[in-house]
């Protein structure tokens, strides 16, 4: 365990359905991160949060939403997803966001888009 | 854009081995290097990581970095069939994120 949760694990959903994903750190940790990753392609960042504060958004659809109520906890919204967003979510945390600490990654949620 | 370049493998090595991954990455103002490692199904682990030129060493692991040359290198000692899974080159990018490789797959035959 690295400290970072993440719920559900897995998640199956239609695209008119709405759905959140929850990540929860007990590191002590101020940034916080979305990232995806799809078969045969790199992790790719989709949110950075610094102290609370959104610090990037990686040319994300609208689709997904983030929230970041405080240092420890980080949602992402889901609307009307679809099928070629199917693939896993991982959360990760780090000391600071700058790039240069250490990110710890939860286990995931792997979400399916019928 | 920037990008990190790993070999995808799959590479294979006996057990008792020592296996071998490398990394190259565009950015050459990049500071910070990780590795990580992720069984199929699961998420990426950190097992490494290195911010100064030369060899740092974690019990089987060793990371060798070479700024000059925008090299990173991970080796394992004495390699054993748990070890067989993706290994993930990541660089710190100047948002705040980590830039990652596809990951090198690695498999230790018993």
């Known amino acids: 365990e690295t400290g970072v949760t993440q719920t559900p694990r897995h998640l199956v959903m239609g695209m008119t359905n709405k759905k959140s994903l929850k990540c929860e750190q007990h590191?002590?940790?101020?940034?916080m991160y979305w990232y995806k990753q799809s078969a045969k392609k790199p992790l790719e960042l989709m949110f950075v949060?610094?102290?609370?504060?959104?610090?990037e958004n990686n040319s994300v659809p609208s689709r997904f939403s983030p929230e970041c109520p405080n240092s420890s906890h980080l949602f992402l919204h889901l609307h009307t997803l679809q099928p070629e967003d199917s693939a896993l979510y991982l959360c990760?945390?780090?000391?600071?966001?700058?790039?240069?600490?250490?990110?710890?990654f939860g286990p995931g949620t792997r979400l399916t888009v019928t | 854009q920037k990008e990190v370049e790993q070999n995808s493998g799959p590479l294979s090595v006996p057990e008792g081995a020592i296996a071998s991954l490398n990394c190259t990455y565009s950015d050459r103002g990049s500071q910070s290097f990780f590795w990580y490692r992720q069984y199929s199904g699961k998420s990426p682990e950190l097992i490494m990581s290195?911010?100064?030129?030369g060899d740092k060493e974690d019990g089987r692991f060793t990371a060798q970095l070479n700024k000059a040359s925008q090299y990173v290198s991970l080796l394992i000692r004495d390699s054993q069939p748990s070890d067989s899974a993706t290994y993930l080159c990541?660089?710190?990018?100047?948002?705040?994120?980590?830039?990652f490789g596809k990951g090198t797959k690695l498999s230790v035959k018993p």
């Open positions: 590191l002590g940790h101020n940034a």
């Open positions: 990760a945390s780090s000391e600071q966001g700058t790039g240069n600490y250490e990110q710890y």
């Open positions: 290195i911010y100064s030129n």
């Open positions: 949060y610094n102290f609370k504060e959104q610090t």
């Open positions: 990541a660089v710190g990018g100047s948002q705040g994120n980590l830039i």
